[in-house]
């Protein structure tokens, strides 16, 4: 059974840092692509980052140059890194992963994704 597991969310002032992190359990030897999503209250889920099944990094233009996202293989965890945040990057950070085959890439739908954790808060005030 895949489990996906976030910690790392708080609160913090604009321009701090925060770091989250996903451990997942449970995947087999496949590829499995990882992503982090997030959801703002009133908003649609939107993808943030992912490494996909290659191993390949890709961030969303929104957060591009502020966040991180790396992955420990031998740990089955992702994390993500957030610097210099932004009340904009209030919202419910959610890990999500699935097996996508080695050159399918980056997939930012939502139903790409079968396995997610519960979502960790992150609150960025002004």
């Known amino acids: 059974q895949v489990q996906l597991v976030e910690s790392g969310g708080g609160s913090v002032q604009a321009g701090g840092s925060l770091r989250l992190s996903c451990a997942a359990s449970g995947f087999g030897s496949e590829s499995y692509c990882m992503a982090w999503f997030r959801q703002a209250p009133g908003k649609e889920r939107e993808g943030v980052a992912i490494i996909d099944s290659d191993g390949l990094p890709s961030i969303t233009d929104s957060v591009k140059g502020r966040f991180t996202v790396s992955r420990d293989n031998a740990k089955n965890t992702l994390y993500l890194q957030m610097n210099m945040l932004k009340p904009e990057d209030t919202a419910m950070y959610y890990c999500?992963?699935?097996?996508?085959?080695?050159?399918?890439?980056?997939?930012?739908?939502?139903?790409?994704?079968?396995?997610w954790g519960q979502g960790t808060q992150v609150t960025v005030s002004s």
């Open positions: 999500a992963a699935d097996y996508l085959p080695p050159g399918y890439g980056a997939s930012w739908r939502v139903t790409s994704y079968r396995y």
